[in-house]
Each structure stands twice: as structure tokens, then as C-alpha cells.
């Protein structure tokens, strides 16, 4: 059986001849995904601001007016309300009362016993509420968890390989993140905990690729101590594409079948962590290999701190 | 390469079938087959997170304005009582502003006995050395009780500890459901109930602080003050919402003459006519002073009051001897079974808010799981298809590595009882997805390495050998981000991150070890003269 190769043997890409073009053009989107959301602002679930959630199954369809109206006529602010799949299933969101903390819960319980009595045989199937104070603390929860990780994940990076390789994993995580909040900016997508969670798989989802990348570099740096640097990054990249686009490709399998046809509560985890492994490859190769070049990495540099007890005939070191 | 003891091969094994073993009680729970699995077999099973098993998560926090009052209350009957005793010293009424007792020694020389025994009733605060209230005196005969912010601190922990109890018995009242109730950060109980029909009912049961009072109906106040709240001194204004006589409010007076504390027992019963009510019985102190109090004020009416309402307020007609009576007011039979339940359970030292609720109903439930496995037995097999295509006989080992790779991972969340959430699938999903990741590793450095012109034994075990530094940091990233989650997370997400955390871990096992076994087996009995890989 012939084997399927996606990527033919002695692929020779030279990524690195678009280094300044794609750096340039990965920070303006960066820039402008950053700025997008600070404009535009996310759509951020009950999470995060507050609010109530009821998810209802009506016995008959039932119009999306129809239940707005009554809903309206009950004063518990302005709904917002979604079909599920079909005209029988719906999620409406209202905006988090202002008052106690308690507003909020109170809000469930009279949607709870009021569905019901104005459409008989309909069915209450979830509720949730998240008073003010409690969605400030998962919004900096989640803040603090992202930039820990980042932090956590770049600092060993820095340990395992060279200061240069941790500055480059961070820069390619905040690059991910960025292109990924614009990309809920953009679409409007809900943002709740689920997509604060595929964001933290993201951040160790592209380091993985990065750490691949980088590890096959430093391999290089020491086998080949004459190369230029460039060559050498792109050789590294050369050979690692081929695991590259396999993994990425499982990975894209595993997870467009969960965004196609899994539960619709976790779309947005899916589909962010989809996207995230896209933009992780690309960063990888574009963020992650030019920035050694811009922070000074060359054969040397790593060889003299990492190596330094392993010379034998200091002599002998290339110059 | 080919150095596989078979010692090693044995313990491998071991593991897989142990892995396999271990998962079997969670694959077939809520199946027949459950029923027919051996009962003197294993039978931890991984527990369903409550938005895949339906259920109720709350989020309790203490009502500190509440905590406070109640504070105040507690303490204002505890001078009262004191001053009362033998020498007793005289005093104006007590005074609870600002959130502070004062109240003023009517003769002077009294002053300072009164600021000792005021001192005597506070309790010093372990470790810290303060007193939970500090006592002075203003305008020389004035004494002031000033709660401390250590003091309210402990007693708030103290009252959060007692509702957690309170929480429970009033969920669970046979103590038999797997419910979760604990205190979180000083203030907050977390209540998870695993499938609740009724939420609403859950939150009434515990949103009801059930201090059930009785005292004396003011017969001497004004009505039309009383309609402007405002009450004789040593009295009170409270709601009366059900009051047959029209008026809504009623005055009652101050003194609490006896209180649920004394409670043994609470049942939903019925009254003559039929109508719901609660029948309490008292312990033997209670039963003697309902029967005192009772005894010296027949003929006039007895104010029943929970929650600072008054429920009803019927005539004593004669002296209740036995520690029996019987609550009556508008209940319906839910109504008075709640109430029954929440008196029996004891009153919450603090009123408790419900500021987050997540629930899901029991068919919401199944039918995520139902999606969710539907995706995962589809996405297994595409990647399995995919590393087939790509990776020949290699890929088959892949593809073993990673079935064995699923079983331990449900092994080991059995194990450790954990919590399958509906993130949790995706986890496993992705884990699917990235698990096979070092054997892509493995392999496409074993193709290279063959293309250097490397003989087919040195190939494969550079491959593993090079591979392994690369996984071993790749790996190390995920599990930061996975920890970083699960300490981070609340509920559902610390389920993603916690099979996110486990699968790394068995994946390593199953991608570098079990199939390097498994390759080292092949060549030795095969001897290949060429890899197609």
C-alpha cells in the first residue's frame, strides 16, 4: 500500500524569505485584532457581566415574537433569544438586573415558574444566573489564568532552551491570543468560561508546535556550528513540516467532528481551540523561528552558554 | 531498541489490562449490562459532572447585613438577660444603631459594675488577643458595645460552618444523596445536587432562614401608629401580611418568649378545619417555658413569627402543657412540608443569597453525553483512518496506543473518582486529537532518519530517542497550561483541564513506551529487511 506523504521527502520551503513581510503583516493584524476588540468589545456571556440564562423546550414551535412579547410583558428586561436547532428549542438571555446580588437568581425562578404557566407543556431544561460580584471575579480569574499561563509557559521555555526562545514563545502566545480575541470580536461569538479554557489549551497548544520547531533548531545549532542562521531555520522548519502538518491535521479532525455535530454548549470551545490551532502553526513558523533572528540567536550564542561545560579544547570553538 | 525484557513486556501489559479493567464500571454505567457486572469486582466509576448528570449547582453567600443584625439581636438578648440578674442593674431601653449596642445605667454609681459584667460576657478571640466587642462608656453613664472586626469575622466563620450543616439536613434530610455542600473563601457554601426536578423548591428550602419566634401581641399599641410602623417602647412593628383582622403590620412585643432553637421536631400536619399547618414538638426546656408563658397569658393572642413575619397570631384558649403545639397560618401542604423541614433542620445563623445558579435537567444531560460520545467515537475514527493512511503499519500502532491510550484514561479518572464534565468530552477529544502527536513525532523522525541513509534498526531507535526531548516539552507546556486551568477553574473547566492533565500523562505511556514495545516485538520476530513507513 502506497503510504500517504503530505509533505513529499526533501521539501526545501524557504520560509524565511518572507520573514519580513509576514512579521510585519502578523503584527499589524495583531495590532488591529487588539484594537478590534477594544472597539468593538466582546460578546461576552453571562460569565463574565452577569445575567440569566433559561433554556426552554416549548411543546409546540413557538415564534420568536411571540415569546419575546410575553417575555417583555413579564419586566425582567430586554431578552435576547436564540433558536436551538429548531423552532421548538430556545435560550433566552436577560441582562443582569441592577440591585442586590440576589436579583440576578430571582430573575431564573420567575422565568422557571412563569414559561411553563404562558406556554403549558413547555419544559425548563436549564438555568443559570451569575450576579455581578460573582462574574468580576471569574472575568479576573480567567484574566489572571491566561497571563499566568503565558508567563508559566514562556519562563520554562527560557529554562529548557535560551532567554531568546522564552521571549519568542511569548511573543507567539500573545500573538495567538490576540488573533483569537479578534476573532470573537469579529464574529460575536458568546465568550464564556468554556472559550477562557480553549484559550489556555490554545496557549499550550502552540507552544507545543513552537517547542517542536525550537527544539529542532537547537539541534541543528549544535550539529551544524558553520551554518548561517537563516539556512538553519529554514532547514529546522523544512524538517519538522511534515510532523507539523500531520498533527495539526488530527487535531483539525478530532475537532471540526466535535464542532460539527457535538453539543452546542461546547461550540465555542471548539471552535475556538480549532482556530487556535491554525493560527498556532502559522505563528509557529512565522513568530516563533524570526524573532530568534531578530534577538541575536546564532550558533554561538547558544553554544557558549550552553555548552560551556562541555568544552574539552576551548580552542576548538568556532569563532 | 530490541533490549524488551520480558519482564517489561509483562508489566506493560499489566498496565493495559489494568487500564482496561479499571474503565469497564464507567463505560457500561446506566447500561443492563451494569447489573450483570460482577458484584465482587471493581466498581469505582468516573462520577458525571452535574451538566452532563442533570442537577443544581448553587452558589451561597451570607447576607452580611443580615449576619450583622443577627449579631445584634443575639447580643442585645444576651445584655438584657445579664443586666436582669441578681445585683441587677437598671437601665433605658437598648439602643442597636450605627451597628452598635448602648444603653444608659440609670444610676451612676452602677456604671462601672455595669461595663465589668458587659466585659465579662465578651469572649477573647484565639490567637489574635482581641475581644470579639469592645465595651466603653460615653457622656459618663452611657456604655457602648462596639462589635470588632475580628470578632465579626469569627462569628461569621462560625455561622457559615452551622449553615453548611443547616444546608445539608434541609437538602437531604436522611442524609442518603450524594450532595455537595461546602464553605468556600469565608462566606460562600457551594451546593451541588445532582439531579434536582425542582431547583425552585431547593432554593426556597434554603433561602428560608426559618428563625421561628414566638412573643407577645402588643394589645395596648395604637393601631393607627402601628399602621405608621412605629410601636410603644419595648415593642415592635412586623409585617402581618395574612392578618384576618385586615391591618397588615401587627406590634409584638420585644421579648422573645420562646424560639425554634427549642425545637425537637417539626411535621406537616393539619388543623381542625383541615387546612395545612406545622405540628413542632419542644425539648423538655422548651416545653416547660411554652408552657409557662403560655399558662400566664391565657386569653390573649401569641404571635407566631418566622423570619421576622408574623404568620398568625391566635388566641391562647388554654395552657399548652406538653410541648406539643401546632404553627398555623396560609400554607399550602408544599408550603408547610418545606417549612416543616427547614424548622427541623434547625435556623441558618445567617441568612444565605443565592448569587450563582447553574442547573440542568437530568434529559439536557443525556443528551449532551449522548452528542458528545457520538463525536468522540466519530473523531477517534477519523484520526485513526487518517494515521492509517499516512503511517502504514506504524500508523497501526498508533492507532493501538491510542484505544489504550482512551481505556486509561477513564482508568484513571475512576480511580481517582473524578468528575466527567461536558468540557471534560472535549478534553478527551482533543486529547484523541493531540495524543497521537509523539508517535507523529516518533515516526516522521524515524522517515528522516531513513533517508540519511540510517539501516532500518538505527532508524527506528534514533527516532525515539531524538523524538522524546521534543515530546517530553511539548508535553511539559500542556500540563502547565492544564494546571494552571485546573487551579484557576470553576467546575466544568476544571473537568476540561483535569482529563486535559491526565491524558498528557498516559499519552506519554502509550505513544513512546507501549508502542516502542509493541515495534521492538515486531522487528525481533519479523527481522524486516526494509520499513515501509
Known amino acids: 500500500m502506497k503510504l500517504l506523504k503530505l509533505v513529499p521527502d526533501h521539501t526545501n520551503i524557504d520560509f524565511m524569505r518572507w520573514r519580513n513581510i509576514a512579521v510585519i503583516l502578523s503584527t499589524l493584524l495583531t495590532v488591529a485584532s487588539l484594537a478590534y476588540t477594544f472597539y468593538r468589545g466582546l460578546n461576552l456571556g453571562i460569565d463574565f457581566v452577569g445575567g440569566q440564562v433559561v433554556r426552554a423546550e416549548f411543546a409546540r414551535p413557538v415564534q420568536i415574537e411571540n415569546l419575546r412579547a410575553r417575555i417583555d410583558s413579564m419586566g425582567v428586561g430586554e431578552a435576547s433569544i436564540q433558536a436551538l436547532g429548531n423552532d421548538r428549542t430556545y435560550q433566552i438571555r436577560l441582562p443582569r438586573p441592577s440591585g442586590p446580588e440576589t436579583a440576578a437568581n430571582q430573575v431564573v425562578s420567575k422565568l422557571r415558574v412563569a414559561i411553563p404557566q404562558q406556554f403549558p407543556g413547555a419544559r425548563v431544561d436549564a438555568g443559570e444566573s451569575v450576579s455581578g460580584k460573582v462574574s468580576e471575579e471569574l472575568a479576573s480569574e480567567g484574566a489572571k489564568a491566561i497571563i499566568f499561563a503565558m508567563l508559566g509557559i514562556a519562563i520554562y521555555i527560557w529554562l529548557r532552551f535560551e532567554w531568546q526562545f522564552g521571549v519568542g514563545a511569548l511573543l507567539t502566545l500573545a500573538h495567538d491570543v490576540s488573533m483569537t480575541l479578534g476573532f470573537f470580536a469579529f464574529t460575536q461569538l458568546q465568550v464564556d468560561l468554556n472559550v477562557v479554557a480553549a484559550i489556555l489549551t490554545i496557549v499550550g497548544y502552540s507552544l507545543n508546535d513552537t517547542v517542536v520547531i525550537y527544539d529542532r533548531i537547537r539541534e541543528n545549532l549544535r550539529k551544524y556550528r558553520k551554518m548561517a542562521i537563516l539556512p538553519l531555520l529554514n532547514l529546522s522548519l523544512n524538517e519538522t513540516l511534515a510532523r507539523t502538518v500531520v498533527t495539526s491535521l488530527t487535531v483539525l479532525i478530532a475537532l471540526g467532528v466535535l464542532m460539527a455535530i457535538g453539543p452546542e454548549v461546547i461550540f465555542g470551545l471548539a471552535i475556538a481551540i480549532f482556530l487556535g490551532v491554525l493560527i498556532g502553526t502559522y505563528s509557529s513558523i512565522y513568530i516563533s523561528a524570526p524573532v530568534l533572528v531578530w534577538l541575536g540567536v546564532t550558533p554561538d550564542s547558544f553554544i557558549r552558554v550552553d555548552e560551556k561545560d562541555d568544552k574539552t579544547t576551548p580552542g576548538a570553538q568556532p569563532a | ?533
Not at chain 2, 469497564?24 to 469486582?41: D, E, F, H, K, V
Open chain 2, 1 to 533: 531498541m530490541l533490549d524488551f525484557p520480558r519482564w517489561k513486556v509483562w508489566i506493560v501489559l499489566l498496565v493495559v489490562l489494568a487500564g482496561v479493567y479499571l474503565s469497564i464500571p464507567s463505560l457500561i454505567a446506566g447500561t443492563p449490562l451494569a447489573s450483570r457486572w460482577p458484584s465482587y469486582l471493581v466498581h469505582s466509576k468516573i462520577n458525571l459532572g452535574l451538566d452532563l448528570a442533570g442537577g443544581s449547582h448553587l452558589l451561597l453567600e451570607a447576607d452580611q447585613r443580615d449576619a450583622l443584625k443577627t449579631r445584634l439581636q443575639a447580643k442585645e438578648d444576651e445584655i438584657s438577660t445579664e443586666l436582669h440578674r441578681d445585683p441587677r442593674i437598671e437601665v433605658g431601653d437598648i439602643s442597636t444603631a450605627d451597628g452598635r449596642l448602648s444603653f444608659l445605667v440609670r444610676d451612676p454609681t452602677q456604671v462601672d459594675a455595669a461595663v465589668e459584667r458587659m466585659r465579662k460576657l465578651s469572649q477573647p478571640l484565639q490567637l489574635t488577643g482581641n475581644r470579639d466587642w469592645d465595651v466603653s462608656v460615653v457622656d459618663s453613664a452611657r456604655v457602648v458595645l462596639t462589635p470588632t472586626a475580628a470578632g465579626t469575622t469569627q462569628a461569621l466563620k462560625d455561622a457559615m460552618s452551622v449553615a453548611r450543616d443547616v444546608v445539608r439536613r434541609r437538602i437531604d434530610p436522611s442524609g442518603t444523596k450524594e450532595i455537595t455542600v461546602i464553605t468556600e473563601g469565608g462566606n460562600r457554601i457551594l451546593v451541588e445536587v445532582p439531579g434536582v426536578e425542582d431547583p425552585e423548591q431547593l432554593k426556597r428550602l434554603i433561602g428560608q432562614t426559618a428563625r421561628l419566634e414566638f412573643k407577645l401581641v402588643d394589645l395596648e399599641a395604637n393601631p393607627q401608629d402601628v399602621l405608621q410602623g412605629r410601636a410603644p417602647p419595648g415593642s415592635e412593628v412586623l409585617p402581618y401580611p395574612d392578618n384576618p383582622g385586615g391591618y397588615p403590620m401587627i406590634a409584638v412585643k420585644r421579648r422573645v418568649m420562646v424560639s425554634g432553637d427549642q425545637l425537637t421536631n417539626a411535621q406537616q400536619g393539619y388543623n381542625q378545619d383541615g387546612a395545612p399547618a406545622i405540628d413542632i414538638t419542644f425539648n423538655t426546656a422548651g416545653a416547660k417555658r411554652f408552657g409557662r408563658v403560655t399558662q400566664e397569658n391565657v386569653g390573649k393572642p401569641f404571635a407566631i413569627i418566622l423570619d421576622n413575619r408574623v404568620l398568625s397570631a391566635p388566641n391562647i384558649n388554654e395552657p399548652i402543657l406538653g410541648g406539643r403545639a401546632q404553627i398555623t397560618g396560609s400554607f399550602t401542604v408544599q408550603s408547610a412540608h418545606d417549612l416543616a423541614v427547614s424548622l427541623a433542620s434547625g435556623k441558618l445563623p445567617v441568612k444565605l443569597n443565592v448569587i450563582e445558579e447553574r442547573t440542568v435537567s437530568a434529559e439536557l444531560g443525556k443528551d449532551s453525553i449522548h452528542k458528545g460520545v457520538i463525536a468522540s467515537i466519530i473523531g477517534t475514527f477519523g484520526v485513526i483512518l487518517f494515521m492509517l493512511v499516512t503511517y502504514g503499519r506504524f500508523g497501526v500502532y498508533a492507532t493501538i496506543a491510542l484505544v489504550v491510550n482512551g481505556f486509561l484514561i477513564l482508568a484513571v479518572m475512576a480511580l481517582f473518582g473524578a468528575t466527567l464534565t461536558l468540557p471534560g468530552i472535549a478534553g478527551f477529544i482533543l486529547t484523541i486529537g493531540a495524543a497521537v502527536d509523539a508517535n507523529v513525532l516518533i515516526n516522521e523522525r524515524i522517515r528522516e532518519e531513513i533517508r540519511r541513509g540510517r539501516r532500518l534498526l538505527d532508524a527506528v531507535e534514533t527516532g525515539y530517542r531524538e523524538a522524546f526531548r521534543a515530546i517530553f516539552d511539548a508535553n511539559v507546556t500542556h500540563v502547565i497550561s492544564a494546571s494552571i486551568m485546573a487551579f484557576f477553574g470553576s467546575g466544568p473547566v476544571r473537568g476540561f483541564a483535569v482529563v486535559l492533565l491526565i491524558g498528557v500523562v498516559t499519552s506519554v505511556f502509550t505513544a513512546v513506551y507501549f508502542t516502542r514495545m509493541l515495534v521492538a516485538l515486531w522487528i525481533r520476530r519479523t527481522r524486516p529487511r526494509e520499513l515501509h513507513i
